[in-house]
Each structure stands twice: as C-alpha cells, then as structure tokens.
C-alpha cells in the first residue's frame, strides 16, 4: 500500500515552492509585507497554501482560492477568515472535523475522512485567479486526487465545479462539461471513476451574510454525502 502521508508531504513541498505565476507570486508577497491592520503582529505566510486533511480522505473538497488575509497569513486552508468560520462549522458538525473552529496552522485542528484542496494555491487579487493560473495549478489537484483516490469530490461553488470536470475532461472520462450544469445541491456520478460529484455554493462571507447560503443547507449536503460513502 502506499504511504499517503509521505506522497502528500512531498507534494505539499512541491507547492510551497511553486512561483509559476508571477502576478500571484508579487500579490501575495505584497500583501504579506503589507498585511492588514487587525494583524500586524503576525507573520504571513505569504506563500502558495498546500492542501490540507486526512491522508486516507474519501472526501475531498475543492475551494477556489486562498483569502489574501486568511490562508495567505495563516498557511493553512480556510484558516483565519470568514469562509473558514463557517465551513469548518459545518464540518465539525457533520462529524468531519474534531473541532468547530480554524485560526492558525498549530490549533490543532484535524479532518477525518475528509481533505481540502483548493483550484489555486496562492492568493489572487480581488479572489479572482486567472484560468492560466488555475490552469498552472491543476496539475497539483491531480496528483492529490491520483494519490486519495477519493470517493466523493465536494465543489465549493462553480470554478471549483468546473476545475474538477475539466481534469474528468482531459482524462476522456467525459467528452463535455456542459452536461454537468453547476448548481447548490447538484450531484454527478462518473462509474468510470468510482466518484461522485457533490456542488453546493461558496462558503464565502457574500453568500453566508446574505443568506444565499445557510448552515441548514451545507448540513442537509453533508449528510447526503456522509451517507454516499457509508453505503460504500
């Protein structure tokens, strides 16, 4: 069997180092030499944010991108920003997580069954990353999929959606993502693979604060998928 747990560090490494993407590599140092007010006393990480989770997952889940002030300072994903506040709320909730908060990498936070990945790993400008950045980054997603071999795939809102059907894609597992319509509460299935595909919205402040998305929706998917692998 192989080691998860030492392929993942050495990947993890791989993307700690990557400066693939210039304009992301100047944001992101920037604002860590900048940083913002509330958080002077910290040291930002300032570099590209691994993935993050149990090395035996059957669930992965793919963000969009670190915060400038969030994952960009603590290094971890979802970690010190509103999005995280509310996703790993609704983790520990559902059982996939040890503790309901995330504030900085040594809090000792742990996933069960469950790992975190992101479409890009570095902090773009206005949370929006260019398609050649994700592009440069989508080899990273593959090889954490190669390496977990997950059985459910949770796409936190459309990009990440679409990331994911995009590696399905040049894998000629599927000829086309349009038959895959993003949307909260869609479901796809590729027998191909073994893997479901579960896509709810971004966990994101401009969401959560509107009530575009609520607990009670992020619990009603997690419990649909929480039951998926149990059936397994």
């Known amino acids: 069997m192989p080691d998860n747990s030492k392929l993942l560090r050495v990947l993890h490494e791989e993307v700690i180092g990557c400066r693939k993407c210039p304009r992301l590599v100047v944001y992101?140092?920037?604002?860590?030499?900048?940083?913002?007010?509330?958080?002077?006393?910290?040291?930002?990480?300032?570099?590209?944010v691994p993935g993050f989770g149990d090395a035996k997952a059957q669930l992965l889940i793919l963000g969009l991108a670190p915060g400038?002030?969030?994952?960009?300072?603590?290094?971890?994903?979802?970690?010190?920003?509103?999005?995280?506040?509310?996703?790993?709320?609704?983790?520990?909730?559902a059982g996939f997580a040890n503790q309901p908060t995330a504030l900085r990498r040594d809090d000792g936070l742990r996933l069960k069954n469950a790992y975190i990945a992101a479409a890009?790993?570095?902090?773009?400008?206005?949370?929006?990353?260019?398609?050649?950045?994700?592009?440069?980054?989508?080899?990273?997603?593959?090889?954490?999929?190669?390496?977990l071999r997950p059985r459910a795939v949770l796409a936190l809102g459309k990009i990440a959606w679409d990331v994911f059907l995009s590696i399905l894609k040049?894998?000629?597992?599927?000829?086309?993502?349009?038959?895959?319509?993003?949307?909260?509460?869609?479901?796809?299935?590729?027998?191909?693979?073994?893997?479901?595909?579960?896509g709810v919205?971004?966990?994101?402040?401009?969401?959560?604060?509107?009530?575009?998305v609520t607990a009670a929706m992020y619990a009603k998917m997690l419990k649909r998928i929480r039951a998926f692998l149990e059936d397994q």
């Open 28 to 48: 992101r140092e920037k604002v860590a030499r900048e940083k913002r007010r509330a958080y002077l006393d910290w040291t930002y990480w300032g570099k590209p």
């Open 68 to 93: 400038a002030h969030g994952s960009n300072r603590t290094g971890r994903a979802f970690t010190g920003d509103g999005s995280g506040v509310f996703l790993y709320q609704a983790l520990y909730d």
């Open 120 to 147: 890009a790993r570095c902090a773009p400008p206005e949370n929006k990353p260019l398609p050649s950045e994700i592009l440069n980054c989508r080899a990273y997603l593959e090889r954490e999929l190669e390496i």
């Open 170 to 198: 040049r894998q000629s597992v599927i000829a086309s993502r349009a038959a895959y319509p993003f949307a909260h509460g869609a479901a796809a299935e590729f027998p191909a693979t073994g893997v479901r595909l579960f």
């Open 201 to 212: 919205y971004h966990p994101s402040q401009q969401n959560t604060q509107t009530g575009k």
